[in-house]
């Protein structure tokens, strides 16, 4: 088969590989859509350590094509996505429910073969069958949504309150339509790219700010007569949009570290201030236990991803693209990849 691989910084390119054969308990999966994540272009520029080579590859759903062993419940011609984040279920945190911190923790496209490939195997556990209503098209988002989700909860948003989101990517485009399902009555969107903030109107933000051409804090702060929001989700992983979070938070306010900064990064705070106001940081990694609630938001239709899909295009096409994005001369927000 075809696999799109990285065999080291900075050089991916379309070969032949063998297509993988599922063991006991595996499932083999056509892939038909998978997206480009930010991590996907972190380890294509040596950003992020992983064995190479490396098929990369985490958002996708696909078709069932074979199965192993021991599997049941699934068979040929199914239409799944999967949870690329797979846990052992026997360790301590595993135990403790906990499964995003399982010692034993791996990821198909990051630690083993992904779906930038015309076939992908995985562990049957990891197998979801999609609702009826839901297109292949759409669940291809189900990855991100379902860690989008889990932020959310973390978040603890509550009716009638004023949310802060930081970057207008993928990822902050579906906390603005999960905050205004939570609730939210006022949804502050900000991003330095203007026509990412005219998607952010598109979908329902209150109000949009360019932190480039006008103050974050000042724009905030006429906003919600002074006070500062209620929840900051800070989903551009710098350590500019954590300050700026902070900052706009109000008394009792909940900034969510959502975005991945690099991991050398630092930000000062005041110890005094997270006192003095009972801020709370709180992190949001990954998607334990919500795959599920992702795929029953995407089939009710109350997520909308299409306004997210930028470019759709074939495998052949992905090295050249890959290549854009890293160097960040596309302008793009969801691309998907079509390998079969």
């Known amino acids: 088969m075809q696999a799109y691989v990285i065999s080291r910084p900075l050089k991916g ?7 993988p054969k599922p063991k006991r308990g595996w499932v083999l999966v056509k ?11 972190h380890i294509f520029r ?40 797979v846990s052992c279920g026997k360790c301590y945190y595993c135990r403790r429910g906990m499964s995003h911190f399982c010692e034993y923790w791996w990821a198909v496209g990051v630690h083993r073969q992904g779906a930038f490939a015309e076939y992908v195997a995985v562990p049957q556990q990891n197998v979801y069958k999609l609702p009826d209503k839901l297109s292949l098209r759409a669940a ?67 109000l949009t700010v360019n932190p480039a051409k006008e103050s974050l804090a000042k724009v905030v702060r006429g906003y919600t007569g002074g006070r500062g929001v ?5 989903a551009a992983g710098s350590v500019e949009a954590f300050k700026a979070g902070l900052k706009a938070l109000d008394f009792g306010g909940t ?10 990064a630092v930000a000062n705070l005041r110890p005094f201030e997270v006192y003095a106001k009972e801020l709370k940081i709180v992190g949001a990694k990954i998607n334990p236990y919500t795959t599920e609630r992702a795929l029953k938001l995407l089939s009710s239709g109350k997520i909308k991803v299409d306004e997210l899909v930028t470019h759709e295009i074939s495998l052949e096409e ?17 691309v998907l990849v079509r390998p079969s």
């Open 140 to 206: 291809a988002f189900t990855e991100p949504l379902s860690c989008c989700i889990h932020g959310q909860d973390r978040a603890e948003i509550k009716h009638g309150d004023t949310v802060l989101i930081l970057g207008a990517g993928p990822i902050g485009l579906l906390h603005l339509q999960l905050a205004r399902l939570r609730g939210a009555a006022d949804i502050i969107v900000a991003d330095i790219v203007d026509w990412k903030l005219s998607v952010a109107d598109r979908l329902g933000a209150d």
């Open 31 to 41: 892939v038909t859509y998978a997206g480009v994540c930010g991590t996907d272009v």
């Open 318 to 334: 992905l090295p050249a693209y890959m290549e854009k994005l890293a160097e960040k001369k596309l302008e793009a927000l969801k």
């Open 230 to 234: 209620n929840v900051a989700i800070e």
């Open 46 to 85: 040596g950003e992020v350590s992983v064995p190479l080579p490396l098929v990369p590859g985490h958002e996708f759903s696909g078709v069932v094509e074979g199965v192993g062993e021991g599997v049941d419940g699934l068979e040929k011609g199914d239409k799944v996505t999967v949870d690329p984040n």
């Open 255 to 264: 900034l969510v570290v959502f975005g991945v900064a690099p991991e050398s």
């Open 13 to 19: 390119e379309i070969i032949e590989i063998d297509t």
